[in-house]
């Protein structure tokens, strides 16, 4: 028989926590110029595009693995995206998607292991944790990009 660890938070209020962070994960998108989307940076780092192209490969392709129990290679840039209105509608249907997805998992899915692109090996709900983590670590830079660009970024707390 299995035992579950107590639970502090349900898996509807995190989906919720998670499409907050998404909903203004795509107002920072929507924030930059058409051109520096896909050309500003600073030391380095990539540019938003490339960002949110990372997380787009992450997010869906990620919660489908686990929902499947599909263990794929991470694959970045399957799609060649142009224009920023291309980025925003790819991110509304991964919305959509991950909502679709998220009722496929049960409670007893969260603590079960799973190799996340064969390469990282947690339980569902570290993984889910790291989806979450990572967009919030990317969107930072935008917010980086945003305020070199004297452009003000959406408030950090409206999700």
């Keep these: 028989m299995k035992t579950l660890a107590a639970q502090v938070i349900t898996p509807e209020d995190l989906l919720n926590h998670w499409q907050g962070h998404r909903a203004l994960t795509r107002r920072v998108i929507e924030a930059f110029p058409e051109k520096d989307f896909f050309e500003f940076s600073i030391g380095g780092m990539r540019t938003f595009s490339k960002l949110t192209d990372e997380l787009l490969a992450i ?3 990620g919660l489908t693995g686990i929902v499947n129990k599909e263990t794929k ?14 980025y925003l509608e790819k991110w509304d ?6 909502n679709e997805y998220w009722q496929k998992l049960s409670i007893e ?4 292991t799973f190799n996340l692109f064969g390469q990282y090996e947690f339980p569902v709900i570290q993984n889910i944790l790291y989806f979450i983590d990572n967009e919030v670590h990317h969107r930072g830079q935008g917010y980086v990009y945003l305020r070199a660009l004297n452009i003000e970024p959406p408030f950090f707390w409206e999700r």
């Design 59 to 61: 997010a869906v392709p």
């Design 73 to 86: 290679p991470f694959t970045e840039d399957s799609e060649k995206l142009i224009f920023k209105a291309q």
């Design 93 to 98: 249907e991964a919305t959509a998607i991950i």
């Design 109 to 112: 899915d969260f603590n079960e």
